[in-house]
């Protein structure tokens, strides 16, 4: 059922009937008062003189493009009979007509003025556009030219943008985008790519650009202008950064104080991975202001590394050689993270880096510096401490003395203060240089736990000194405050552990030792004996005299003599006195003076000129059971031996 029974009729046109002035390329357009039918409108509309073209309907408007423009000075007559229905078979209401005339415009266009932005009055999107030439005015401005300036070209009249755009030109060739606006009079061209500051640049649009009525420029419209007034290229003046000097990293002394270069190539740059020293920042002088949109984001850092770039001025007495010297003609470049030791770092500056002017760097500039002064990790080199090797704990023996490659390491029978008259043990760790005292006490663990101080001297090991300076810092000394355990303690030293100039050992240390066990066996004391007597003719009845093997004229009084044996740690009596025997066979007394010293008092007068044999066996033993290797032999004379008598050579047997 049709809801709108009024019969179709065209409401408005474009062109609308007797319009002038028409453009040549204007599409006809009618509007009606309700949906068409497409095939019976077609056949209905007509223009004379006969032009073809296309038909395009949507619902209530038909819209014909001609295949060529209007010709200029004709009017054209354009019908719509009423055999145009709507879409339910209603005629038009009444035919409709449109007479209209081209415009006769036969004077050619032409450019009035070029322009776009410069530097003098700003660069950013929003600042104004400014004439480069305005040919009616004989204005010339052609320098300082902004490196992201638009191309904006006005013209007299309406222009037809394909002949424009087809012969707009430039040297050097640019790519980029057009936009037309205030009806086709103002063509602004986007270059895509930043222009290239120093250079000129010239723009020609063909005297082949036609406007709106096809009439032609008629001659070749040409102009030239150059970006930027400053052309001379920025450079990098110095690189600078702190250096270990005497007193360290606080913060240190500049590198361009030591080397011409600064920091190129330089070594020794402060980090603050050392307790007590400060990261030091790295600071890049250039010759003059620098653009921070191009120039901060072209400065890289490998191996990466988080930092602050902050800009300033620059002190360098070149700054402003090559351009304005201002507060953005220095970058410091402060890490939040410490540099790390013994890493080379390289900086690289981006040839795409520019001043303030748009002037490129040109070549990738770099310099490399590497952090710390020293790369040689330090070193454990020995662990010392004293044990009871039998001569007791007071202090006893230091085990460098019995095994000068591991000294304590592995040992057992440390001395602990837990045996009467004995001493605990300090331990003493050797490293090969000076270390930071910090990273080892904080970290150092002994397990089981023991509480003590620590305290540093400089080692005497003749490995001090191999992989950095040995002073007073070289030894650790812990002295406990507590007595050793009858325990193995294992102390570890962790891979932290860091030298003065911030090497690490890498990897951690430990060595373990265990108290309470002797496992060394005891030995004769040839230091002050081993066999102590008396000779004749004095008989002092004291056994104070060292009598070697065969030995001759000892006293045979029964209280002229005694015989005393030493031992070099304290023995366990019985069975040392069950060990010892005299032969011939002698009565007497046996008795321990001191724990290593067994004292024989004969009860009968010895034979003279007899030879004895005394003999400690292998049963004798330490306070720790430990037995004796071998047995001891030694031979003597009571008395000198008859003459004419043969001497019968005999040895003396023991452990050394």
């Known amino acids: 059922m049709d809801n709108n029974p009024a019969s179709p009729k065209v409401l408005y046109s474009i062109p609308s009937p007797g319009q002038t002035g028409v453009l040549r390329d204007q599409k006809i357009v009618m509007t009606f008062n309700k949906p068409i039918d497409e095939q019976s409108c077609i056949g209905a509309f007509s223009v004379q003189p006969g032009v073809t073209g296309l038909f395009e309907i949507n ?10 423009r209007w010709q200029g000075g004709i009017t054209y007559l354009v019908n719509l009979s009423n055999r145009c229905e709507d879409q339910e078979g209603r005629d038009l209401e009444k035919p409709y007509s449109i007479s209209f005339s081209v415009s006769t415009d036969v004077l050619p266009p032409d450019v009035i003025s070029i322009g776009g932005r410069k530097n003098t009055t700003g660069c950013l999107n929003t600042d104004q556009i400014l004439d480069f030439i305005n040919f009616r005015n004989n204005f010339y401005s052609t320098t300082d030219v902004c490196i992201n300036t638009p191309i904006v070209v006005s013209f007299t009249k309406p222009m037809d943008r394909g002949t424009v755009e087809s012969n707009f ?12 606006s205030n009806n086709n009079t103002v063509l602004t061209f986007t270059p895509r790519d930043a222009l290239t500051t120093g250079l000129t640049y010239v ?15 008629g001659k070749n419209v040409s102009a030239s202008f150059t970006v930027g007034t400053e052309i001379v290229k920025p450079q990098i003046l110095m690189q600078d950064g702190y250096i270990q000097n005497a007193a360290g990293c606080s913060p240190g002394v500049l590198a361009s104080t030591l080397f011409p270069g600064g920091l190129f190539n330089s070594v ?3 980090t603050g991975v050392v307790p007590g020293f400060q990261s030091s920042p790295i600071i890049i002088d250039f010759s003059e202001a620098m653009n921070l949109t191009t120039t901060d984001s072209n400065i890289n850092i490998s191996p990466n590394i988080n930092g602050i770039k902050t800009w300033s001025a620059s002190p360098n007495g070149a700054c402003g050689s090559t351009g304005p010297c201002g507060t953005t003609s220095r970058l410091t470049f402060t890490p939040v993270t410490p540099w790390q030791h013994s890493v080379t770092y390289t900086v690289t500056i981006s040839g795409n880096s520019t001043d303030i002017a748009g002037n490129l760097v040109g070549q990738n500039y770099s310099f490399s510096f590497t952090v710390g002064q020293d790369f040689q990790i330090p070193r454990v080199t020995f662990q010392d401490g004293f044990i ?4 007791g704990c007071a202090p006893g023996t230091l085990a460098s003395l019995l095994d000068p490659i591991n000294g304590i390491r592995d040992k057992t029978g440390a001395c602990s203060g837990l045996s009467p008259a004995s001493t605990n043990t ?43 300076p040995c002073g007073n810092g070289s030894l650790l000394v812990f002295t406990p405050s507590q007595d050793w355990q009858n325990t193995t303690y294992t102390i570890s030293i962790p891979g932290s552990a860091m030298d003065l100039d911030g090497n690490t050992l890498g990897s951690s240390y430990s060595f373990s030792f265990t108290f309470g066990i002797d496992l060394l066996p005891p030995r004769m004391d040839f230091t002050t004996g081993p066999l102590l007597s008396d000779l004749a003719p004095a008989c002092g009845n004291l056994g104070l005299t060292p009598i070697p093997n065969l030995t001759t004229n000892i006293c045979n009084q029964t209280n002229g003599t005694k015989f005393r044996v030493r031992f ?12 010892f025997s005299l032969s011939p066979s002698v009565n007497g007394l046996i008795t321990w003076p001191s724990p290593t010293e067994l004292l024989f008092t004969p009860s009968q007068n010895l034979n003279l000129f007899a030879q004895y044999k005394i003999i400690i066996s292998t049963a004798a033993k330490d306070l720790a059971g430990n037995a004796m290797v071998s047995e001891f032999i030694s031979f003597f004379y009571h008395g000198e031996r008859r003459p004419g008598k043969q001497r019968t050579s005999f040895r003396t047997q023991c452990v050394v």
């Open 203 to 217: 723009l020609t649009i063909s005297q082949t650009a036609q406007d709106t009525s096809e009439n032609p420029l």
């Open 268 to 270: 020794g740059l402060c």
């Open 169 to 180: 030109l430039t040297v050097p060739q640019m790519v980029g985008s057009f936009v037309w």
């Open 426 to 468: 300090p331990i003493f760790i050797h490293f090969s240089e000076s270390m930071i005292q910090s990273t080892i006490e904080n970290a150092l663990s002994i397990s089981p736990n023991i509480l003590g101080t620590k305290t540093w001297l400089t080692s005497g090991n003749a490995l001090c000194g191999s992989t950095g």
């Open 59 to 68: 619902g209530n408007t038909l819209t014909f493009t001609p295949n060529k």
């Open 388 to 391: 009871n090797t039998g001569a």
């Open 568 to 579: 070099n740690e304290p023995m366990d009596q019985a069975a040392t006195t069950n060990a």
